[in-house]
């Protein structure tokens, strides 16, 4: 005999007096379905005759992240959705996404949206909330590998036959090659560029700060456009046909080259870059008050599932996991990179020192940015 399912129902004959009560009722309970996270019962009959409550909840998470991640989540969520549902039977979840670029993202988040979980390109978005006493002050700690599921990294996407021979960053600082360029001071993926040509100029002067700032004057007085995020860059370099290279994170030029201009383009690696991080934090502030915490925490873990880490190769993101990254060397080569915290300090000195008003930044770009 097959399980059935039965729910109260009200009485058809009401007193005015009982059906004012249920009104009250019925809106109290319309409230807490518009909170995301309302608890309702059902009976199952079992097939013994037994009779089983069943909690089901409806949970709905905000996550807030960067451009480029958008293609990421758009397949990571129906996996979560299928985990949370089997390890939660009678649950329901959905995800809403929101993308732009990474601290105006963070700026949302600290001005009042509503995140449940956010999902940044560098840590210093995630420490403006945790100032704010958004996140714990430990969210670092709270997963693996200090809250870093994968990582990616900077190169260059160039027209197909790479016809201005752009084979390093030292190419960018040639004269008559034009440049499209995410705006450092609104994106991660601007900042990730800045500091990846920064670094190389250091590590190929061996460290003489004056060389190198002579090279990022050169390189940066090539800039033809700076976006205000990594999506808006690859819009402008591919459907707009602007610039002869664009600057960008490794996952989004694999998507460039494979999917948006197969043909078109092609990538070139350069022999030393920057290895950008993508850090993840649960907004407490917020889930304590919906009651979504462990949910966003499940979320969160679940990024680190070798189903997700295998995604995240699939889309051209480098697993944390050494195992699923050595399995996807086709997808992602072996390259020299080094860390912006081990070459430029920590988040708050790098943004003090480049990227504030009148910052390095500011005094070596020969373009205004927007």
């Known amino acids: 005999m097959a399980n059935t399912v039965s729910s109260n129902a009200y009485p058809v004959s009401v007193s005015l007096k009982q059906w004012a009560t249920i009104v009250t009722l ?145 190419d960018l600082a040639k004269p008559g090659v034009e440049i499209v360029i995410a705006n450092p001071k609104a994106s991660g993926s601007g900042r990730y560029s800045f500091l990846g040509a920064y670094g190389y100029g250091l590590h190929q002067f061996n460290n003489d700060e004056a060389k190198t700032q002579d090279f990022m004057k050169q390189l940066l007085g090539n800039v033809k456009v700076y976006e205000n995020g990594g999506r808006a860059a690859t819009t402008t370099f591919m459907q707009r046909n602007i610039g002869d290279v664009l600057i960008t994170f490794e996952n989004e030029a694999n998507l460039s080259a494979t999917k948006f201009g197969k043909g078109q383009v092609q990538i070139v690696y350069p022999s030393y870059t920057i290895q950008s991080e993508t850090p993840v934090a649960v907004v407490k502030a917020v889930t304590d008050k919906k009651g979504t915490t462990e949910a966003a925490t499940e979320y969160l873990n679940y990024l680190w599932s070798d189903e997700a880490q295998q995604l995240a190769a699939d889309l051209y993101m480098r697993p944390t996991n050494p195992k699923i990254l050595a399995a996807n060397t086709d997808k992602l080569p072996a390259i020299e990179t080094f860390r912006t915290n081990d070459v430029f300090g920590t988040w708050d000195e790098v943004m003090t020192k480049y990227f504030k008003e009148g910052g390095v930044f500011d005094q070596l770009a020969q373009t205004k940015t927007q």
Not at 51 to 65: A, E, G, H, M, Y
Not at 106 to 134: C, H, P, R, Y
């Open 26 to 170: 019925s809106t109290l309970t319309l409230g807490l379905t518009a909170c995301g996270n309302q608890k309702q019962q059902s009976t199952v009959t079992n097939s013994d005759g037994s009779v089983t409550t069943i909690d089901n909840k409806d949970v709905q998470l905000l996550n807030v992240s960067y451009d480029i991640s958008r293609d990421f989540y758009k397949d990571y969520n129906p996996l979560f959705v299928k985990h949370y549902k089997a390890q939660h039977p009678g649950s329901n979840i959905s995800i809403s996404q929101s993308h732009g670029g990474s601290s105006k993202q963070a700026l949302s988040v600290a001005n009042g949206l509503q995140a449940d979980v956010v999902t940044m390109n560098q840590g210093s978005d995630i420490e403006l909330l945790q100032k704010k006493g958004l996140v714990a002050n430990d969210w670092n700690k709270a997963f693996t590998n200090n809250a870093v599921p994968f990582t990616s990294t900077t190169v260059f996407l160039v027209r197909e036959g790479n016809p201005k021979q752009i084979k390093d960053w030292s």
